[in-house]
């Protein structure tokens, strides 16, 4: 009985968000008939139906088995880069054979697979964090094992270096118009490296402070890997590590990351340039995605909690028998 009225509430959420979702996407529609595409009240539309959208994926991603979204997220994937390249080489070619309805259709369809990608990042992470959940194994280099900080340090590194890259393509009329696609390759690929940069570096802050980059792993620990536990390398001194942070910011971080993504594709189409020029909506999309994934970073033993209560159990239990057991 309580496992059907689980279903049901879900059932019930899901349909409701679809509905609220719909009633925006078409009211959008509807906008596009009466205002020009960078107005002022057709970008405020927009922006909504993208936020609501983001917010929708995020709540599915908590609500509906994991394999399923990662289903879901993969179909939608392929379909948004499908109908990018259409509208790209339809515009380019200026071939002007859609229709208004085809146009649409096809708009939706990028407007529902880049908010799925925000979510699709948090999925990545909690396979990260549940194959990596022992903080000493993985990322072995010879007998070095490298730290997650110094990891994201690099990311964040070569994430500036994309940034710059941009800056300086940005000014050829090409990369705006025929080259696009690599240009849109470019902010994804930015966008990811300080995304994953920020996670890193807040995931072993303590480590970076302490300016523990890299830690020479004793072949017996090596070995130990091998055994298939993910709490093997457990010890006295990295239990404050597996603690839960105070603050319960993950749920902020993964809205943030919905919305600077948001930021970074769709510029002045998501937030009115009365408000802010394109540049700087992109940049501080850039910016906000490092800090979601910092955000996330920080409060990630929450995350793991909240989508492997049972393993999160044996973190709990593995603490209180190192704590129990004399130094």
């Known amino acids: 009985m309580k496992r059907s009225y689980k279903i049901l509430s879900k059932f019930l959420v899901i349909f409701a968000l679809t509905l609220v979702i719909y009633s925006s996407l078409i009211n959008y529609l509807l906008n596009k008939q009466l205002y020009e595409w960078y107005s002022y009240d057709l970008t405020i539309s927009r922006g909504i139906s993208l936020t609501l959208l983001n917010i929708y994926f995020f709540i599915l991603v908590f609500i509906i088995k994991i394999g399923i979204f990662k289903r879901m997220f993969l179909i939608l994937i392929v379909f948004g880069i499908i109908a990018w390249n259409i509208s790209h080489l339809h515009t380019i070619l200026d071939l002007n054979l859609f229709s208004d309805m085809i146009d649409d259709f096809l708009e939706i369809i990028l407007f529902i697979s880049t908010s799925i990608v925000a979510p699709g990042l948090l999925i990545l992470i909690i396979y990260y964090i549940k194959k990596f959940s022992s903080k000493f194994e993985g990322n072995f280099i010879g007998k070095y094992h490298l730290h997650e900080g110094l990891f994201g340090i690099i990311l964040v590194g070569l994430g500036l270096l994309f940034l710059v890259f941009r800056t300086y393509v940005i000014q050829f009329d090409i ?153």
């Open 175 to 327: 990369f705006l118009k025929e080259f696009k696609v690599y240009l849109a390759i470019i902010m994804i690929f930015l966008y990811f490296f300080l995304f994953f940069g920020g996670f890193f570096i807040l995931r072993d802050f303590n480590d970076i402070i302490r300016f523990r980059f890299v830690k020479k792993i004793p072949t017996s620990q090596k070995k130990s890997k091998k055994n298939g536990s993910i709490f093997n390398s457990m010890t006295h001194d990295n239990i404050s590590f597996f603690r839960l942070s105070k603050l319960y910011i993950f749920p902020l971080g993964a809205l943030l990351t919905g919305f600077s993504f948001s930021m970074v594709i769709y510029g002045t189409k998501f937030i009115p340039k009365e408000v802010l020029s394109s540049e700087v909506i992109i940049n501080l999309g850039y910016l906000f995605g490092f800090f979601a994934g910092s955000l996330i970073g920080f409060d990630w033993l929450r995350v793991f909690k909240r989508f492997y209560p049972k393993q999160y159990k044996e973190i709990e239990l593995k603490i209180i028998e190192l704590q129990n057991t004399d130094i």
